[in-house]
């Protein structure tokens, strides 16, 4: 999207006391929202075009330039691609994604082709999986799903128990839904492997300066389900990764976006600004209002 622009002179002062007047371009500041775990087929009474709509009036009244959403858009990914492109289309503004986990799922008596649908996801041209993107002069935005590695739950569960993601009569869906013909380990380190080197590239850059890392995944404690929990005791080990942890002191980033878990808080450490901003189920939501519920889970910043 191409940008208005001011132009400012700058005075400099040349060999003899000559002084020559140069123009410099000021990018206008651009103001991106982001909202994650919009789950548009899975909602009570909205429906996918109430979230279209709704959405793209949202975008249009904040006058949002680009939009990211962090996942869980939906259960399929033909459907998942579909609504990024059609919001896109209606809002008039940037729309960028990565998937989450609901985004990789397929029916549980089918064949799982999760690594292709990856790769479907990455050459989207409105993906920024394992991906950065420029945002205003000095900012990247760095994405990727990430994934859970079992790194918080009650120790009283054996990792074998927690590879198998069935506890009592529950199963978490992942296990059924799709393969990633690795363990949850192995799939949370090459998530953090792939993001690492994109920090790196990132910091290659003449430009940046600061770093938003937008990740499916919770990557910090701090927004595990509480434990002792009946139910999260053994599925908080489902919800987030430790892996990302030493990101947070190599490299400038200044905002981590996450979803996933279904709650919205934000905390700071230092200099650093954390988000959890799910949209969430209806069924979960404070108000029957859609238009609402966007306005208090889209986090909304200037660079």
Aim: charged share 25%; proline share 4%; hydrophobic share 35%.
């Amino acid at each position: 999207m191409l940008l208005p622009a001011e132009i400012q002179l700058i005075c400099i002062i040349k060999p003899y006391g000559r002084i020559e007047l140069i123009p410099r371009i000021k990018v206008k500041q651009m103001k991106l929202g982001f909202i994650s775990d919009i789950h548009i087929d899975r909602g009570k009474t909205q429906q996918e075009t109430d979230f279209l709509h709704t959405l793209s009036a949202y975008i249009n009244d904040q006058a949002l330039d680009e939009v990211f959403i962090g996942g869980d858009i939906s259960n399929h990914y033909d459907k998942t691609i579909a609504f990024v492109e059609k919001l896109q289309a209606h809002s008039g503004a940037k729309i960028y994604f990565i998937p989450g986990n609901h985004d990789y799922w397929e029916a549980k008596s089918t064949k799982k082709h999760t690594l292709t649908i990856h790769d479907t996801f990455k050459s989207h041209p409105q993906s920024i999986l394992n991906k950065a993107l420029m945002v205003g002069r000095d900012t990247a935005v760095v994405g990727h799903t990430g994934w859970y590695n079992h790194a918080y739950h009650d120790p009283a569960f054996t990792e074998e128990k927690l590879e198998t993601g069935r506890h009592k009569l529950v199963t978490w869906q992942d296990k059924v839904r799709l393969d990633w013909q690795a363990t949850d380990k192995e799939v949370s380190k090459q998530f953090a492997q792939e993001t690492k080197e994109t920090l790196d590239q990132v910091m290659t850059a003449p430009q940046p300066k600061n770093i938003i890392l937008l990740t499916h995944v919770v990557t910090i404690p701090e927004f595990t389900i509480p434990m002792p929990h009946r139910v999260f005791d053994f599925f908080n080990a489902y919800i987030a990764t430790d892996d990302y942890l030493p990101f947070y002191q190599d490299y400038p980033i200044k905002q981590s976006i996450m979803g996933h878990v279904h709650i919205r808080h934000q905390i700071k450490q230092g200099n650093q600004h954390f988000i959890s901003n799910s949209l969430a189920y209806e069924r979960e939501w404070r108000h029957n209002d859609l238009y609402k519920e966007i306005d208090h889970a889209m986090f909304i910043m200037e660079v």
